[in-house]
């Protein structure tokens, strides 16, 4: 049978330091080495299912040439807005309404999380939804003492220093005031953000972020973004990957992390269970709680033996191959006419 040809659709070009870029990124180099499947990336071309990630024009252009082959992968929620950008209390309705309007004009959604399939059907998507999480590319993160060692180089930072690090967008999401402030009760420790701010002057809480930021002890560093083929060198750079952010629907930090053998430290969310299994992970609600469980994970050496094992273990359930798997079996149901 020749190929299925799908027309992949992402319009987060130009914010590549964020999630749903990279999962496009990921998701389309996973799809190159299927044989099943013929791509068409952000592309007019005709093809036989679109794919989309995001909702905007470009998707809007294409979807009346794929009647009963639309496929949109959810990565953002209501939820996901919250103290993300500015002005988000005002327009988080509208948000909603357009997020239903979209999920709903599609034949299936494909929901990054468990809770995420919970959502949209909170917010009246009636679509069919499948479960499908961001997976993690092991052929670019993996478990490399090389790594380690370049990472921390670049970072200035010594063999023997004790490094959290966190990966994200630097909005009040993210967790930036509570990563500053357990930065503070741990003098000991060095604490790295590596992010910026894609959406400008747009993001949250601009103002109060910069002046966080400036005030913040000298154990804290915030070095910008870095390219995507450079992250596992400073993933493997950490310790522990200390991930404050209030609310997440599938980190690919998180799982980028874990396929490097860092160890996790989250806020106490409920989503988080259900993806990593509660026993895998550090867990704390505000400042003090995370400066108790950092400063018992460095004086535990079974303890950080026992995370990163787990670390590793729980990685392996985000296979990229197995994501491949799941979509080119979709993607084949749906052009046999199968339940849309």
Request: glycine residues 6%; aromatic residues 10%.
């Amino acid at each position: 049978m020749p190929p299925i040809r799908v027309n992949i659709v992402s319009e987060s070009d130009g914010f590549e330091a964020q999630g749903v870029h990279t999962a496009f990124l990921d998701m389309v180099d996973a799809l190159s080495k299927r044989p099943e499947v013929e791509l068409l990336v952000n592309v007019p071309d005709q093809g036989d299912i679109l794919h989309a990630h995001t909702f905007g024009t470009a998707y809007v252009r294409r979807r009346s040439q794929y009647p009963g082959r639309r496929i949109m992968t959810a990565h953002v929620i209501p939820d996901s807005l919250k103290g993300s950008l500015i002005g988000w209390q005002l327009w988080l309705p509208v948000a909603e309404r357009m997020m239903r309007i979209a999920y709903n004009s599609v034949d299936i959604v494909l929901a990054v999380a468990p809770h995420v399939k919970e959502d949209l059907k909170r917010i009246g998507v009636e679509t069919r939804i499948e479960v499908l999480t961001n997976p993690v590319n092991e052929a670019r993160f993996y478990v490399d003492p090389a790594f380690r060692m370049e990472g921390r180089k670049r970072l200035g930072l010594s063999e023997d220093a004790k490094v959290a690090l966190c990966v994200g967008q630097i909005q009040p999401r993210k967790g930036v005031a509570e990563f500053i402030e357990t930065a503070r009760l741990c003098p000991d420790v060095t604490f790295v953000w590596l992010g910026g701010r894609p959406f400008g002057g747009l993001t949250a809480d601009v103002k109060g972020l910069d002046a966080k930021i400036a005030a913040a002890t000298a154990n804290v560093h915030f070095p910008g973004t870095v390219k995507l083929e450079e992250m596992p060198l400073y993933y493997s750079a950490a310790d522990i990957l200390f991930f404050p952010s209030w609310q997440e629907n599938c980190a690919l930090a998180i799982n980028e992390a874990m396929a490097c053998g860092v160890p996790l430290l989250l806020k106490d969310n409920p989503e988080y269970p259900a993806l990593y299994g509660s026993e895998n992970y550090l867990k704390a609600t505000d400042p003090q709680g995370f400066a108790w469980q950092i400063q018992a994970f460095f004086n535990d050496s079974d303890l950080r033996d026992k995370l990163r094992d787990a670390s590793l273990h729980v990685a392996k359930s985000f296979s990229v191959t197995t994501y491949a798997d799941f979509l080119v079996k979709l993607y084949q149901e749906l052009m046999a006419g199968k339940p849309a």
